[in-house]
């Protein structure tokens, strides 16, 4: 299990599948929203209204349901390739081939916006091809709506037909407990897993003091040649006997590590890989508090400006819901701070050798 599945734990943020049946909703609710339908391989595309759609015991939408609510107002859905457009993630995601069975149906609430949904239909065979031609012999001209406001909705631009249809959601960061695979999400990976964890067994203050005699050393040459003689980060990398790629990797985490409130005189006799974690896990966190601030900003809207009292409440108990996950994020985040001691017994002279962050190429 890596670090952002333990958080996830943590903060009591769960897949929808373990979730038990919400009480708002009754197994097989049936509800009528618009639809926007998209083909995938032309620039077709079609605006329905009042189709049907069902919901599961969580208040998932069943895409079955509407696939089926889009054949009773003529537009065959049979053979293709289905996927829904995700405000939250502004991307497509392909939610299998119509039909789509039950055990692998149900997609969550929020990818509505308002009363929208938007679908987009691939051709999976060529055996397809006159259905496709049915549908688009059918308002071929008709142009997707803007959501206005008179329809109580924000006026939004409808999602780029030209979007790609990537098989599953966002592409999560990883950072596993395993030695071997402790990356940040804001960290590149820019050397061998194995050659890293080996500067991971450093220990923590002999390596400050290494990359501070580097930059002091830099400093100090590009001052004696008064910036006429190109004196490069690499050789001043040479002197103190280490690599550039060394440099840089200790160099870059020492500054995200100052940056989040690590206690470098608490653990100055740890190992590197103590710093390592926790700037991996302030990075998690950082990463799921942006994720549920999006989220909580999305419910908030749906709630508003949906105009079924059910759907309102499903957004309402989905938006407390992430309100409380945010908030024992925030939680999480205080109390591994804490932990680092907040007021530092560094002194002075010590703090400085901790603002050395130079290079020549800054991480992206």
């Given amino acids: 299990m890596n670090s952002q599945q333990n958080i996830r734990q943590e903060i009591g943020m769960g897949s929808e599948q373990q979730t038990n049946c919400s009480p708002i909703v009754e197994t097989s609710a049936t509800y009528y929203i618009d639809v926007v339908a998209l083909m995938a391989d032309s620039q077709y595309k079609q605006f329905f209204r009042n189709v049907k759609m069902k919901t599961n015991c969580n208040g998932n939408i069943l895409i079955a349901s509407v696939c089926e609510g889009l054949k009773e107002q003529g537009f065959n859905t049979a053979g293709m390739g289905v996927s829904y457009y995700s405000p939250?993630?502004?991307?497509?995601?392909?939610?299998?081939?119509?039909?789509?069975?039950?055990?692998?149906?149900?997609?969550?609430?929020?990818?509505?916006?308002?009363?929208?949904?938007?679908?987009?239909?691939?051709?999976?065979?060529?055996?397809?091809?006159?259905?496709?031609?049915?549908?688009?012999?059918?308002?071929?001209?008709?142009?997707?709506?803007?959501?206005?406001?008179?329809?109580?909705?924000?006026?939004?631009?409808?999602?780029?037909?030209?979007?790609?249809?990537?098989?599953?959601?966002?592409?999560?960061?990883?950072a596993a407990n395993n030695p071997q695979n402790t990356n940040s999400p804001i960290i590149e990976q820019q050397v061998d897993r194995n050659w890293r964890w080996d500067l991971k067994e450093?220990?923590?203050?002999?390596?400050?003091?290494?990359?501070?005699?580097?930059?002091?050393?830099?400093?100090?040459?590009?001052?004696?040649?008064?910036?006429?003689?190109?004196?490069?980060?690499?050789?001043?990398?040479?002197?103190?006997?280490?690599?550039?790629?060394?440099?840089?990797?200790?160099?870059?985490?020492?500054?995200?590590?100052?940056s989040f409130g690590f206690n470098f005189?608490?653990?100055?006799?740890?190992?590197?890989?103590?710093?390592?974690?926790?700037?991996?896990?302030?990075?998690?966190?950082?990463?799921?508090?942006?994720?549920?601030?999006?989220?909580?900003?999305?419910?908030?809207?749906?709630?508003?400006?949906?105009?079924?009292?059910?759907?309102?409440?499903?957004?309402?108990?989905?938006?407390?819901?992430?309100?409380?996950?945010?908030?024992?994020?925030?939680?999480?985040?205080f109390y591994t701070l804490a932990e680092e001691d907040s007021e530092s017994d560094l002194e002075s002279s010590e703090e400085d050798k901790l603002d050395f962050y130079v290079t020549e190429h800054p991480p992206a």
């Fill in 202 to 258: 450093r220990i923590i203050g002999p390596v400050v003091e290494k990359v501070y005699e580097w930059r002091e050393i830099y400093n100090m040459m590009q001052d004696e040649h008064d910036n006429e003689e190109s004196f490069s980060l690499s050789k001043a990398a040479e002197i103190v006997g280490m690599s550039k790629e060394a440099i840089d990797y200790y160099s870059y985490r020492i500054f995200l590590g100052k």
């Fill in 88 to 174: 939250k993630e502004q991307l497509y995601v392909f939610a299998g081939k119509a039909p789509i069975g039950p055990e692998k149906d149900g997609i969550s609430i929020y990818n509505l916006w308002g009363k929208w949904l938007t679908l987009k239909f691939r051709r999976m065979q060529t055996t397809l091809e006159e259905p496709l031609q049915d549908n688009a012999a059918t308002n071929s001209n008709q142009e997707m709506p803007r959501y206005s406001g008179s329809d109580n909705h924000a006026t939004i631009d409808p999602p780029p037909t030209e979007t790609p249809d990537p098989i599953g959601g966002s592409l999560e960061s990883e």
């Fill in 265 to 333: 005189s608490k653990h100055k006799d740890d190992k590197f890989a103590v710093l390592c974690t926790f700037v991996n896990r302030i990075s998690i966190i950082e990463e799921l508090l942006v994720e549920k601030r999006q989220l909580l900003d999305l419910h908030n809207f749906n709630a508003l400006y949906t105009d079924n009292n059910v759907l309102r409440e499903i957004y309402t108990a989905s938006r407390d819901k992430v309100e409380k996950e945010l908030n024992n994020l925030l939680k999480l985040k």
